[in-house]
């Protein structure tokens, strides 16, 4: 609800706290995405290389995997891992600890197995990845640690390196020889950073802060996160905000967030250049889970300014509905394209076997166990689903032959053509 003299859209109370409980999205086209520039010779080398090395695991993974078993029985101590070396000529690189050459030529003779020496044994490996954690884990100053075929650790710092330095120095620890620190991936935080009340947060436009008592954001970059979509819908309780959804959770946002108040008096997060920016008060969507926030330097300035509660992170601040209105476009541009590019048809036709299939599929909804109708399957996702592999040359329908485990006809098209889209093709003459 607007409000006459203040500078958003929300329901205040006597103190000039805001709440919002609902918003519409705000309007937003979908981008609508272009047709792939032609690919250059970098790309058709690197498609090609990464085809000789699809082809050559294939062939010696077994092989690969029955060795690395057996080393780790009979060469105990010594045997380290193994790893693909994918650049040239694929080969397999076994590591050891010693005698790496002579130790590997008494159990193969392949031409693409290769030994070398390493220093660290994995045990030390991961025992040094597990003191990084244990010993900077409060310190919430790692993104992440790894170990790969350089036989060595890799501690990716998100402080700057002069901060983590003198942090060392305070512990009064030695960081272990095997381990890498890469301090390259910005942005570079402080070492302390907690988030702070609205009227001394520069990410709070001046407007605003009156009406809120804490915009909390996260003070480190989120590094790598589940590979799941989440939503939560993020309101604004008495100038606190919460997670309606999630038992009115008080939200910690991602780092880096902000808020304006965009043209039509909506408080909203990011920036209205920016298609799909959500409003406060709708459903946000994201890709990662939904955590609890337990850091005491993060939840404490946040119960202190809204009160005792759960705290959770929102990893990402794009409106739900935006993302989906974007998601259909994406998927019926795709479905299009792979229409034309994959079995030859021209637009016009690709756009009546599209709305074709959709009319279908909508007559073909299943009913789930409850007995409530399922959503049917769209147009899209029946189109781009991929077709089975082939192994077999022979199967090939006539006129096509084998290309990359597809049968394909001499322009490149796929055969043979769904059968969906052979009954459309009956019925379009």
Known sequence: METLGQPFRAEFDERGLATILDAPPAESTPVQPGDPPPRTAEQIAADEQFQRVVDFQGRVSDDVAELSRRLEREERGNYVTVYYDNEGDPSVVFQFLRDGPETLRKYTQHPRFFAENVRWSMEQLQADARWMWETFREDRVLRSTGTGGGNQVTAEISVAAEEFRALVARKGVTIPESVELQFRAPPVVPLVN?????????????????????????????GPVNAIGSRVKVVLKDGCFRAADRDNSLVLFPFGANLFVDSESY???????????????????????????????????????????????????????????????????????????????????????????????????????????????????????????????????????????????????????????????????
Request: charged share 25%.
């Open 267 to 429: 408080l909203a997060f990011g920036d209205e250049e920016v298609p799909g920016y959500a409003r406060v008060g709708e459903t946000v969507q994201f890709m990662g889970s939904v955590n609890e926030v337990t850091e005491p330097e993060l939840v404490d300035p946040i119960r202190a300014a809204c009160g005792p509660g759960k705290v959770i992170k929102v990893e990402g601040l794009e409106s739900a509905a935006a993302r989906s209105e974007q998601q259909v476009s994406d998927g019926e541009v795709n479905a299009m394209r792979w229409l034309r590019d994959s079995y030859g048809l021209d637009e016009a036709q690709a756009r009546r076997a599209y709305a074709w299939l959709e009319q279908r599929q909508a007559g073909r909804r299943q009913t789930g166990p409850d007995g409530v109708l399922m959503p049917p399957i769209g147009a899209s996702m029946v189109i781009m689903s991929p077709p089975s592999p082939v192994m077999d040359p022979a199967i090939c329908p006539p006129g096509s032959s084998l290309s990359f485990g597809l049968c394909r006809t001499p322009e490149g098209y796929l055969r043979p053509i769904p059968e969906w889209l052979a009954e459309f093709l009956e019925q379009d003459r």
């Open 194 to 222: 907690p988030p702070v009340p609205a009227a001394r947060d520069e990410a709070v436009p001046a407007a605003v802060a009156p009406h809120i008592r804490i915009f909390p954001r996260h003070d480190r970059p989120a």
